[in-house]
């Protein structure tokens, strides 16, 4: 008697792919932790959430690291782990930003620029790791900075939030532009995008 179908795709999964959905488990997570904080106003569920990222980041590392220890390495978990990335350090970032009070109208539309070149990034490294590999198989450098850097801005983030300086108290204010109010902090997040799609920005990779 042959086994339920859906067991199959779980039978293709290698130990590193579960590192990697856990990965995406803690980007949900700090999503969910941000909705959660504009909910109901309790600085501990937003800090919650950002506390998730650093732990995405470390299921992140550790994914690759098993991936090349067991010599293991395929489509599915290059996939996943770049939807893993979008989610953890593309989504989470935004939300978790937009939560801290950076929510005007340009606001919004630096933070999807953001995202739009998160998943920009990981589209491009994804179609372009073979050609930039080198002998032995293994991508020697990135074209532009990793998505996983945004890390830095969600600490950015979680030091505002430990000060109280978020919502109307968020640092640098806000300035009224047109019709829409901009907060100078998103402008952090205009950058790391910026760089991640960059193609003259070339950094070795570990």
């Known amino acids: ?39 109901d106003g309790v600085v501990r569920d937003l800090m919650i959430g950002m506390a998730l990222i650093p732990l995405a980041f470390v299921f992140d590392a550790l994914d690759g690291r098993i991936a090349r220890w067991r010599q293991v390495a395929s489509t599915l978990g290059r996939e996943l782990d770049s939807l893993a990335d979008v989610i953890s350090f593309g989504v989470a970032p935004a939300a978790l930003a937009y939560a801290c009070g950076l929510q005007g109208g340009w606001d919004w539309i630096v933070l999807s620029y953001f995202v739009g070149c998160g998943v920009s990034r990981l589209a491009r490294y994804n179609v372009t790791a073979e050609q930039l590999s080198g002998d032995e198989g293994k991508v020697k450098y990135f074209e532009g900075t990793p998505i996983p850097t945004s890390l830095l801005l969600v600490v950015v983030l979680a030091a505002a939030a430990w000060q109280g300086r978020i919502g109307d108290a968020v640092w640098f204010g806000q300035w009224q532009l047109g019709p829409w109010q901009l907060h100078p902090l998103v402008l952090m997040f205009a950058v790391s995008g910026t760089l991640m799609i960059s193609k003259t920005l070339r950094i070795p990779k570990p």
């Open 1 to 39: 008697m042959s086994r339920p179908r859906h067991f199959s795709m779980l039978r293709e999964f290698q130990l590193a792919d579960w590192f990697t959905l856990a990965n995406a488990f803690c980007g949900t997570g700090a999503i969910f932790a941000a909705m959660r904080f504009l909910q």
